[in-house]
């Protein structure tokens, strides 16, 4: 029997038309599906409305990715790929299986010989980079910092030592309602020299992005980035 296809379908970063931020050939193949496997299933309903999914949403079959699924989750939700049904994989933003609970499925699926179809959308981690000016040959993701102040701050001269020995680019997020302390904590614990890039809303009307130094940032006010999706990016010499 032939098996099902694992697509995986990046989500908007926002209310930005769907012309913008998503190729024609992705929506279309986004429409042609019925069985999704999603973070959050009221995002996903979202999407796809912007989409304009031809299929009542009621009628989908969407179901959630538990944040820790188990073995028996994942081979529940695959299932169906293995009788020979398509998939659609996606992220509560963004590409799916970058940074959640998605690149599991992805992974049991390739044990199960189901083929993975990644396509072309929106990730914020890869705009920020192309528009921070920081080394785009040399970086690395590292999720979220710590939230205790003391722990933070010692990861943040950690990833700037990183930095500067290898010239590396080197890229984080933080829940929105704590950028604002990210940010302090950057602009004190960072050496004057070391660049720091702000990413922020991006596709969005509200987008902005600037790289500066340190001891640049210190000259000027704080951006605004209390609960706005931002990344942050530093790249030390």
Known sequence: MRKGTLYLIPVSLGPSPSSLT?????ASRAR???????EN???????L???EHPAPLRDLDIREL???PGASDLDGLLAPLLAGLDAGLMSE???PAVADP??????RAHEKGIAVVPLVGPSSLLLALMASGLNGQSFAFHGYLPVDEEARNKRIRELEAESARHSRTQLFIETPYRNERMFEALRSTCRPDTRLCVARDLTLESESISTRTIADWKQISPPDLARRPT???ILAT
């Open 93 to 95: 933003a963004g590409c």
């Open 41 to 47: 299933a009221k995002t996903a309903r979202a999407e």
């Open 231 to 233: 990344v942050f990016l």
């Open 32 to 38: 042609s599906l019925n069985y999704f496997v999603v």
């Open 49 to 51: 409305k912007r989409l």
């Open 22 to 26: 998503t190729p024609t050939d992705v």
């Open 66 to 68: 538990p944040e820790k």
């Open 102 to 107: 998605g690149a599991l499925l992805v992974r």
